[in-house]
């Protein structure tokens, strides 16, 4: 379960990112989050990985308060939250396998692991073929498929999803969607934010939508809120 109580977030040039946010998603969960640039959706990101503290209130993670881990815990946490970032930093000097063994890399995993993990997540989004490419040979689609490979690489218990679908033509951003789908089936939380009105009310889940850094609406039935 992720549970966030009453948070508040302010940054050290007194801007205030999050105003007294309260929700709870439960395993299995599958959520948008939706908010014009600033509503405070990163600032919410980066509260989960434990990047920052709240400024008030308490974020609980497994039934852990994150702020109170320590930093060794703070790295296993991060271990069970796969990230798509929007940008996808998948880095362009290196081959789809290397950026996938840097993950393993920094996350300590035996190396006897590496290639049986490669095979399975590469494997999933039929992208074996490509092991050998390096990111600027991908379409924006092949390159979401291996920044989500990434992701589930550490078998996470969350995915949070940057954006996925914000540089893809409609059918593309379906198909990564209909992953997102697949793997949130399998029991993994899956946390998606996105400007995109025509997946949020096609695809429809749970909707919690942020304005200003105010939750300002927490709609379970699915559907694009306006604001």
Avoid: C
């Avoid at 290397?98 to 995993?109: D, K, P, Q, S």
């Avoid at 989500?148 to 949070?160: G, K």
């Amino acid at each position: 379960m992720l549970k966030f109580d009453k948070v508040n977030f302010t940054y050290p040039d007194k801007t205030t990112a999050l105003k007294n946010v309260s929700f709870e998603i439960e395993p299995g969960e599958f959520v948008y989050l939706i908010g014009h640039t600033g509503a405070g959706k990163t600032t919410l990101l980066r509260l989960i990985l434990a990047d920052l503290k709240p400024t008030k209130g308490r974020i609980f993670f497994e039934d852990k308060d994150i702020a109170q881990l320590k930093e060794w815990e703070r790295q296993l946490l991060r271990q069970k939250i796969g990230v798509v970032f929007q940008g996808l930093n998948l880095l362009p000097e290196l081959t789809i396998k290397e950026n996938l063994f840097l993950r393993l890399e920094l996350a300590g995993v035996d190396k006897k692991e590496y290639d049986s993990r490669i095979k399975k997540v590469l494997n999933r989004f039929n992208m074996s073929d490509k092991t050998n490419y390096f990111p600027s040979q991908l379409s924006g689609g092949e390159k979401q498929r291996i920044a989500m490979a990434r992701a589930l690489i550490l078998d996470p218990l969350l995915i949070f999803a940057d954006e996925p679908t914000g540089n893809l033509d409609p059918a593309s951003s379906l198909d990564i969607i209909d992953e997102l789908e697949k793997i949130n089936k399998e029991g993994i939380m899956v946390i998606v934010s996105t400007h995109d009105k025509e997946i949020v009310n096609q695809k429809k889940h749970r909707v919690l939508t942020l304005n200003k850094g105010q939750l300002i609406s927490d709609k379970r039935k699915g559907g694009y809120v306006s604001h």
